[in-house]
């Protein structure tokens, strides 16, 4: 420890040695006592005996002053010993340490000592050589602090001379400016003497380009007093100049001048002067720019300054000039805020750029912003409150509301209604005689044609009072079209001003930002600078220094707070309110239009001539659909107007709401229109469907009983049990016979009638899937407008969800379609049945008889006069050999079925849109298989009997087939998908035409598993009991299979 104090490292060996030496001696004693107490009184000595021996081993150590116990090595004994240098001595080389290379050779270190007294040893080389080390170390140190010294002076006086050079630089500049800035002055060049004062206060003030290099009192005094005052007087002078003139052409309203003198403001430090003399220009501007008081038309109008077109005389621009002065006398409430907002829009488009550049430091940007909106918003918001006021907005909506309470419940509130309840309100007349003018029998004729126009007329003037409340559907469309006029000028106003706020303040932004950038760099600046003055010795050093916040950092905390606290427009201003208080009554008015649009389609619809009855124009059923041909002609499914008009009343007032580009009168206006379609207008077409299905009823309407010539015969029935109204119109062509005298008619035209009327009667049940489609479409048109028109904001999606709502009315338009089909098929079927049990000939258990015929619940069925024939047969599967060849040759009941169920479907299936005729051919033949189905289970069956069932059933499947228009249902396999009591006839023919019983059991077992097995157990043996080779005992036992 004490080798650590020592300063010369030959003092330290010394020390070390000595300390060693001492543990040694220690360690040494220790262990020679530990040796002799071990070996017991056989090893214990005599204190003579063990004197003897440190004695002895004394002499072996003689040169050891010590006398270890223990030996030293031989390097130890011979190392050298010097002596120790003398108190004095060291005194004297401590307080001289300086004179140390002076008294080298009269003070001789131990170094030197030891290698004079024993050069060789080891030990001297090595003190000699840390000695050598040492001296080398405190040589570099002494040398490098003297050498850091002078670079620090050598530093200092660089800066001393930059310091001069700087202060000189910026006194000749100053000195520059102030000339520049007085001869510029006196030349009246503004612009130039305000960028010399501009740069001269630049250098004074440590701005700008000269940031962190602010002027030094050392360069003030070399630029000289007079210098400094000269620039005073004319900065002095230059302000009250430019602001005189700036005044000036403030009141004259000149835009050159103002153009010119605006960005020297800045220069000059006036820029709140600036901001107010600019927004009082501006504010002068706008008043005369918005001005709506009409010229007068009594003072001449002065053609000479108006400029000349090539060809005209000074007579036409006169009288162009006048035909504006009137236009101006008549201006409409759209005119009036579109050239109050085309005034604000110009303005700021012109100015706002300049005024940014030149004024923003003093927020005149958002000050001018404010103005024009200030501006605007006051005129508007009187123009529209005085027009509001002026046609008693308020009072015509609430009456508005009234009268489309009453469209509503006259139209979509008539479910569970009798006739005599609804009061002509569905239709608006009787239906007997509504199906007397879809028939055709009622209309076509000059008498008739008046007559139904007439009463069109006297119907429409039954519109729930709108034509009193509200007006005229054109006054009302036209009154529309100008408040959505108004409100597209006021969004698109209010869309650019919030356009302009928000470059307002990216442009402040960007400001703060450049200003932050510019603190940023001075406080670089001034952390250099102090690392140069003094903060390079506490780097040294590794003082630790604290992070605080400087001034310039608390300051853009501050600015950053005053920013975001700043609010150049208000999120809702007066302007947003009585927008959207328009926009609720535009939204009421729009949906009582769109009411009384779509109640006058219902009243031309119920009075219906050839205008209105239309080819469907869906798909591809345009040109004649399903490529049939009825009696010759190619057959074309129709569709009524009324779904156009209603759709196209519907799209144009939505679109009109769109264009307004108002998001919540837009996102009212899909709702009412989603409303009313999917309530009104699927509730009227779904009624004309009902009607539809009551007109074409066989043996009661439009419809025959399955014979041919008895179509005719059906119609002319149903237009004589209405008392012959419908018929006035064929009497009156004729000649004016007795009302309920047909005969003169012939019967070729009363069929073209009857099929005329089969016709219109399935443009009813078109229309559903017409109207699904157009919805569809319509839709796809809302969202595509959508997407063009208005932004990608929360609103916008709001909007697009309420147009989205159309895809539920399209679903509510197919499930009509479908429960009108439904109806449809439900009215023929009973008619199909009894064909049925014409066809399958009388039962009496056994085999072919002539009784009459039954249906399925016993009762005796007229035929009509529709007997089968001598050379046919009826259902009779129990065949010989005979029987089957005599089945072979003669027509079997089912080709008098099939041929049956043709004349009764197909004028009616020719004239539905494809998807609807296949929907009305499967379900007619389920409704015929399971009549089938009823009457094969009460037949035997012998093989060749199985054989002709299959034949029968093929039959049925290809007569389907070959009257289906789907591609998809022309296999066997998706045919009986879709008709699962055809499926069950199939079943049951693969079932009966089994060999063996054995293979009935296979044949459900695979059906079972590939899923197209419909038949339970019971039902199959029920079915293979009756055939005449299977014994019943043997189907029971063979059939005892659980169900699963």
């Not at 602001?243 to 960005?263: C, F, I, K, M, Q």
């Amino acid at each position: 420890v004490d080798s650590l104090g020592c300063k010369s490292p030959h003092d330290a060996l010394l020390a070390l040695a000595d300390e060693s030496e001492r543990t040694a001696a220690k360690l040494a004693e220790e262990l020679a006592l530990c040796l002799s107490g071990v070996g017991g009184s056989s090893n214990k000595s005599t204190p003579s005996k063990r004197k003897s021996k440190i004695e002895t081993s004394g002499d072996a150590n003689k040169d050891d002053a010590r006398k270890f116990p223990i030996p030293l090595p031989k390097s130890l004994r011979d190392a050298p010993r010097p002596t120790p240098a003398s108190p004095s001595t060291t005194a004297d080389g401590e307080n001289d340490s300086g004179d140390a290379a002076d008294d080298k050779n009269n003070n001789p270190t131990p170094s030197r000592t030891l290698h004079k007294s024993n050069p060789s040893h080891p030990l001297t080389h090595a003190t000699l050589a840390a000695e050598s080390i040492l001296s080398s170390l405190s040589k570099i140190a002494s040398g490098g602090s003297a050498a850091s010294s002078e670079m620090r002076a050598l530093e200092r006086h660089r800066q001393a001379i930059d310091a001069e050079a700087l202060d000189m630089e910026h006194a000749l500049q100053i000195r520059e400016g102030c000339v520049r800035g007085g001869d510029s002055l006196m030349g009246r060049r503004y612009a130039d003497a305000a960028r010399a004062v501009a740069d001269v206060n630049a250098i004074l003030d440590g701005k700008g380009s000269y940031i962190g290099q602010k002027a030094t009192e050392r360069a003030k005094e070399l630029a000289g007093n007079d210098a400094l005052m000269s620039h005073d007087t004319t900065t002095v002078v230059l302000k009250r100049a430019i602001g005189e003139r700036y005044e000036a052409a403030v009141r004259n309203g000149d835009v050159a001048g103002l153009s010119e003198l605006t960005p020297l403001l800045a220069m000059l430090d006036m820029a709140e002067l600036g901001v107010k003399l600019y927004l009082e220009y501006s504010q002068s501007c706008l008043c005369a720019a918005m001005n709506l008081e009409p010229p007068d038309l009594s003072a001449p109008i002065d053609v000479s300054n108006m400029p000349r077109e090539e060809g005209m005389s000074r007579a036409a621009m006169r009288r162009r000039a006048e035909e504006q002065v009137r236009a101006q006398q008549n201006q409409s409430v759209p005119m009036k805020l579109a050239r109050i907002y085309n005034a604000a829009v110009t303005h700021i488009r012109h100015h706002l750029p300049m005024v940014a550049y030149a004024l923003g430091e003093a927020d005149g940007d958002a000050a001018l912003v404010q103005l024009v909106h200030v501006e605007a918003e006051k005129r508007s918001v009187d123009i529209l409150r005085e027009s509001m006021a002026e046609r008693e907005l308020g009072r015509t909506v609430r009456r508005a509301e009234v009268v489309a309470t009453k469209v509503e419940g006259r139209y979509a509130s008539v479910s569970g209604k009798s006739g005599d309840e609804l009061d002509g309100g569905m239709f608006g007349m009787d239906e007997n005689n509504i199906a007397n003018v879809i028939m055709g029998l009622g209309g076509g004729g000059d008498a008739a044609g008046t007559d139904i126009v007439a009463r069109r007329n006297a119907a429409q003037r039954e519109d729930c009072g709108f034509t009193i409340e509200v007006g005229n559907l054109s006054d009302v469309d036209a009154a529309l079209e100008e408040w959505a006029l108004c409100m597209q000028h006021t969004e698109s106003y209010e869309r650019f001003i919030r356009h302009a706020v928000k470059e307002v303040i990216k442009a402040r932004k960007l400001r703060r930002e450049q200003k932050r950038e510019e603190r940023r760099r001075l406080r670089e600046m001034e952390e250099a600078k102090n690392r140069d003055d003094g903060g390079g010795e506490s780097a040294l050093l590794g003082t630790p220094t604290t992070p605080r916040k400087t001034a310039a950092e608390n300051e853009e905390e501050f600015d950053d707070e005053v920013e975001e606290r700043i609010e150049i427009l208000p999120p809702h201003t007066a302007l947003n309110e009585v927008a959207a208080e328009i926009g609720g009554y535009y939204s009421s008015l729009e949906r009582c239009l769109l009411l009384a649009s779509l109640q006058r389609a219902f009243v031309h619809a119920n009075f219906p001539d050839d205008s209105t009855f239309t080819e469907v124009a869906i798909g591809n059923n345009s040109g004649g659909a399903h490529n049939s041909f009825y009696h010759g002609r190619r057959a074309a499914p129709l569709q009524t107007n009324l779904v156009e008009e209603c759709l196209f009343a519907a799209r144009r007032s939505t679109l009109r709401a769109f264009a307004t580009g108002h998001t919540g009168t837009a996102s009212a206006a899909a709702n009412v229109c989603v409303d009313v379609l999917g309530r009104v207008l699927l509730e009227v077409l779904t009624r004309r469907a009902e009607l539809g299905a009551s007109l074409v009823k066989p043996g009661e309407g439009l419809l025959g009983d399955g014979d041919q010539s008895n179509l005719g015969a059906a119609a002319f029935s149903f237009a004589k049990s209405t008392a012959g109204k419908g018929l006035r119109g064929v009497q009156a062509r004729a000649g004016g016979g007795k009302v309920g005298d047909v005969n003169e008619e012939s019967a070729e035209e009363l069929h073209r009638r009857t099929v005329l009327g089969v016709a219109r009667a399935a443009a009813n049940f078109n229309d559903l899937e017409v109207v699904a489609d157009y919805t569809k479409r319509l839709e796809a048109n809302f969202l595509k407008e959508i997407d063009a028109g208005y932004p990608n904001v929360r609103d916008t999606e709001q909007l697009r969800m309420c147009a989205k709502g159309l895809s539920g009315v399209v679903e509510s338009f197919t499930q009509a379609s479908r429960r009108s089909m439904e109806e449809l098929i439900s009215v023929i079927l009973p008619r199909a049945r009894q064909i049925v049990n014409e066809s399958v000939g009388p039962r009496d258990g056994g085999g072919g008889g002539t009784q009459g015929a039954s249906n399925f619940l016993g009762g005796p069925v007229l035929t009509g006069g529709t007997a089968a024939k001598a050379t046919s047969t009826a259902l009779d599967y129990n065949l010989d050999d005979a029987a089957f060849e005599l089945s072979q040759i003669s027509e079997g009941y089912i080709g008098r079925m099939c041929s049956s169920l043709d004349e009764l479907i197909e004028p009616l299936r020719v004239h539905l849109l494809p998807k609807l005729a296949d929907d009305l051919v499967i379900g007619i033949l389920g409704g015929v298989s399971k009549r089938l189905e009823a009457a094969i289970r009460k037949s035997k069956f012998t093989p060749l009997g199985a054989i002709s069932l299959d034949s029968d059933i093929r039959y049925v499947m290809n007569f389907a087939k070959d009257r289906i228009d789907s591609p998809e249902l022309k296999s066997n396999v998706t045919l009986c998908r879709a008709c699962p009591s055809l499926a069950r006839l199939n079943q049951i023919t693969l079932l009966m035409n089994v060999d063996d019983l054995e293979d009935a059991l296979d044949l459900i077992s695979v059906s079972k598993r590939k899923g197209n097995w419909d038949l339970k157990l019971d039902d199959a043996k029920t079915l293979l009991s009756l055939r005449v080779d299977f014994e019943g005992a043997k189907v029971n036992d063979l059939l005892q299979v659980d169900e699963d």
